[in-house]
């Protein structure tokens, strides 16, 4: 039988199988075949950035030692003819979402509508209704797997109200999507969702006047922020309904991956997949939106500065597949070119992230005009008359509305 593990959960003697996966397109995937010998291979396979493993249990010593054993598997084959799980970030296009967008402002303003009595419930300290979560992660995944692009379009470049509530559910948004395209099986998508929803649960029993102060923190409340994680492990673990990884999600996500971090200083060998995963896209989201104490950020800088952070306080394999993901001027990018015109990013060239599809929409004189579509791979590539991208631009200040150009 082949299974499909993370890394965290080799044991010497596992038999690991070359799984045939493109390298580029899966770098997180260990598949040098051959049994694992000692403890010290597992580490320098996980401190070189690999998620996933392929083993095969009918071989290597460990479950002839250990037959009854129950080791926690991602997948499993009955012989390896897998999905070749790839990300694509060519081939979801702007357009491509158009047609999805109304169902996806339902689908967020039904979640968020949740999300909002969830969190009024737990500070009454109410018990959650798992049920209910599952139904809304559900309703995520779905529309997700639909359309990838649409809510994230809607989570990320329309205004909504309260941080409180849209980060929650933008982080869950996020990580399901993130999720689905490093190919996780849909049960561990839907725990990944669960584990966004309620990431920062522990925030509902600080005091708001600390977690909205416009000012710098003083030292003492950053110590009070940091009890949250803290918090809200201990109030999902109470709940027999709470699944481990997002008990533990809540409790990791402020941990770095080199060590430092916060409640419990530890590091990647002994931070979960899961908290990993949902500690890029957390940083990700406040970075791209507004709060009391800063503005928001463009998503193409989001990226640059937690790829500066890889390594550091982030998973490096994971960080790349993120950047990927999303594409370096993510689709519904707003950007400026060389011209001096202005486009909107409609599709990404897996080939080439930084020269994706764009569709012109401006002039250097800032006056609307025929809109014209380009893909910068092939257009005007080099010479005086090159056309590159100068720099990503905030839509408020550019006074382009992206609903307009969708097809």
Avoid: W
């Avoid at 979801?92 to 969190?119: C, Q, W």
């Avoid at 109410?126 to 529309?143: A, T, W």
């Avoid at 800032?366 to 014209?372: A, D, E, G, L, T």
Wanted: overall charge neutral.
């Amino acid at each position: 039988m082949i299974k499909k593990i993370y890394t965290t959960n080799l044991k010497p003697g596992m038999y690991v199988i070359e799984s045939g996966l493109s390298k580029n397109d899966n770098p997180h995937i260990y598949s040098k075949e051959g049994e694992i010998e000692n403890t010290s291979q597992i580490q320098d396979i996980i401190s070189a950035g690999y998620l996933d493993v392929f083993i095969d249990s009918n071989k290597g010593s460990y479950f002839k030692s250990n037959p009854s054993e129950k080791v926690p598997i991602i997948e499993e084959y009955e012989t390896l003819s897998v999905s070749k799980h790839k990300i694509e970030s060519g081939g979801r296009s702007f357009d491509s979402m158009g047609a999805h967008i109304e169902e996806a402002e339902l689908v967020y303003k039904n979640s968020l509508d949740y999300v909002k009595d969830l969190v009024d419930s737990l500070k009454f300290k109410k018990k959650i209704d798992f049920s209910k979560s599952e139904e809304c992660i559900n309703d995520i995944f779905s529309h997700i797997n639909n359309n990838i692009d649409s809510l994230l379009f809607i989570s990320k470049l329309k205004k909504h109200d309260t941080y409180t509530y849209t980060h929650n559910l933008n982080v869950s948004i996020f990580s399901i999507a993130f999720a689905s395209a490093i190919g996780l099986g849909e049960d561990n998508i839907k725990i990944i969702g669960l584990s966004g929803l309620f990431h920062d649960i522990g925030k509902l029993y600080i005091n708001e006047d600390i977690l909205n102060k416009p000012d710098k923190l003083t030292a003492k409340e950053f110590e009070e922020i940091k009890k949250h994680p803290t918090l809200g492990f201990n109030i999902l673990q109470k709940d027999k309904n709470a699944a481990t990884e997002v008990c533990k999600a809540a409790h990791e996500h402020h941990e770095k991956h080199s060590g430092g971090g916060y409640p419990q200083s530890i590091s990647y060998k002994k931070i979960s997949t899961y908290a990993s995963l949902i500690s890029i896209i957390d940083v990700f989201d406040a970075l791209t939106s507004n709060r009391s104490y800063k503005r928001k950020i463009d998503l193409h800088k989001a990226l640059g500065i937690i790829f500066n952070l890889k390594g550091t306080s982030f998973y490096p394999a994971l960080v790349d597949k993120f950047i990927k993901f999303l594409g370096i001027y993510p689709v519904g990018s707003i950007v400026l070119l060389s011209s001096g015109e202005k486009a909107i990013v409609t599709e990404q060239n897996s080939a080439n992230l930084l020269r994706p599809k764009i569709r012109i929409v401006m002039d250097k004189n800032n006056h609307y005009q025929k809109v014209i579509d380009l893909d910068l791979v092939n257009e005007r590539t080099e010479g005086a008359d090159k056309l590159d991208i100068s720099e990503c631009l905030s839509p408020e200040n550019c006074r382009i509305n992206i609903s307009d150009f969708l097809r």
